[in-house]
C-alpha cells in the first residue's frame, strides 16, 4: 500500500516538511480527521485536489491521501486506515463491488446498486454509500441544463459504472432507458434488476441501429481507458439533438467525445461534473456540510 498526494491544508505542511522534520509532521497532521480515496491503480486521481478545494472553502481541516491497494489487499488496507483513525474512504475502480462486503450496512443507493463509492468509518462500523449517480443526475441537470424527465436515454456498457446511476436515473422519470453492451446477457440482467423502477431494456451494440435516435446517450465503458474508438451505431444519434455524456474524463477529449462531436451529436460532456458532484456528495456524508461545486468547477481548466 502507497500513499501520496497533498490533501486539504497539505499545501502548509509539504511546505514545511523540510524544515520541521518528519517525526514534527506527524505530529501536526495527527489532530487532522483523515480521508483518502482507495483504488488501483490510484496516481493520476484528482479527488485530492477536489477535496483540497471543498474543505478550504468550508473551513473544514482535513487529510485527504492517496491509497493504492491491489484488490487482493482491499481488505487489509481498508481495516489499517480505519485502526489509525480514518474517517472516510472514496473507493474507486476495481474495488466498489468488492467493498460492499467489508460493510456493516449499505445505504439504499449502494444496496440498490451492488456498489459502493464512499466509505464512512464510524468507530464500531463501516458504512457504505453510492453517490456515483447522484453525482451524474446533479452534473446532467444542473451545470449541463439537460431535462431528464421524460427523455430516452442510451447507456452504453453494462457493468458497475452502470450499477450506480441506473436508480437515480430513473428516479426523474425518463420515457425510458436501454443498455446496450457487447453480450447482452449483462445488460438483460440489470434491465430486469431495475425494471421495477421504470422502462429499462437490454440489448447488444448492433442492435442499436434499429431503434430511433436518443435524446441522451451516455458511455458507461472502459473503452476510453483503453484508447479504442467505441464501436456504437451512429444511428443512435440524431445529429444535432442527441447529447452525449462520457462518465470518463481526461485533460483531453476522451475518445468517445471525439466520436461524438464527429457523429454530429448536439453537445457533448465529459465526466468531470459528475466526478466533483459525487465528491460533493461525500464531503457531505463526511462533515454534515454541503460544498459548493461551481467554484471547483471553474477552477479546473480541463472540466470546462
Not at 462486503?101 to 444496496?111: F, K, N, Q, T, Y
Not at 467525445?257 to 460533493?280: C, F, H, N
Request: proline letters at 5%.
Amino acid at each position: 500500500m502507497q500513499r501520496g498526494g497533498c490533501p486539504s491544508k497539505i499545501k502548509e505542511y509539504c511546505g514545511t516538511a523540510a524544515a520541521t522534520g518528519v517525526d514534527s509532521l506527524v505530529q501536526e497532521t495527527a489532530i487532522l480527521d483523515r480521508y483518502g480515496v482507495i483504488g488501483y491503480p490510484i496516481s493520476q486521481s484528482k479527488s485530492p485536489v477536489i477535496h483540497q478545494q471543498f474543505a478550504e472553502q468550508t473551513g473544514e481541516e482535513l487529510i485527504y491521501e492517496l491509497i493504492e491497494a491491489h484488490p487482493d489487499h482491499l481488505e487489509k488496507a481498508v481495516k489499517q486506515f480505519h485502526r489509525a483513525g480514518g474517517k472516510g474512504l472514496n473507493v474507486t475502480v476495481p474495488h466498489k463491488s468488492r467493498v460492499t462486503r467489508l460493510v456493516d450496512e449499505l445505504s439504499e443507493a449502494a444496496s440498490i446498486a451492488g456498489a459502493v463509492n464512499t466509505l464512512k468509518l464510524e468507530e464500531n462500523r463501516v458504512v457504505g454509500f453510492n453517490t456515483d449517480g447522484i453525482g451524474l443526475v446533479r452534473d446532467l441537470r444542473d451545470n449541463w441544463k439537460f431535462e431528464i424527465p421524460g427523455s430516452r436515454i442510451l447507456i452504453l456498457g453494462a457493468g458497475g459504472a452502470t450499477q450506480g446511476i441506473l436508480g437515480p436515473l430513473l428516479d426523474l422519470e425518463p420515457e425510458s432507458i436501454v443498455i446496450a453492451n457487447r453480450t447482452v446477457v449483462k445488460a438483460d440482467a440489470l434491465a430486469n434488476h431495475f425494471g421495477a423502477l421504470g422502462s429499462v431494456e437490454g440489448m447488444r451494440f448492433g442492435d442499436v441501429k434499429s431503434v430511433e435516435p436518443f435524446d441522451l446517450m451516455i458511455n458507461a465503458t472502459s473503452a476510453d481507458l483503453s484508447g479504442e474508438t467505441p464501436p456504437f451505431p451512429h444511428q443512435a444519434i440524431k445529429r444535432g439533438h442527441t447529447a452525449c455524456y462520457d462518465l470518463s474524463y481526461a485533460l483531453h477529449k476522451t475518445p468517445f467525445v471525439s466520436w461524438a462531436e464527429q457523429a454530429d451529436a448536439g453537445k457533448t460532456r465529459a465526466g468531470w461534473g459528475m466526478l466533483i458532484e459525487q465528491a460533493a456528495e461525500s464531503f457531505r456524508i463526511w462533515r454534515g456540510v454541503q460544498p459548493e461545486t461551481k467554484p471547483v468547477l471553474q477552477r479546473l481548466p480541463a472540466a470546462n
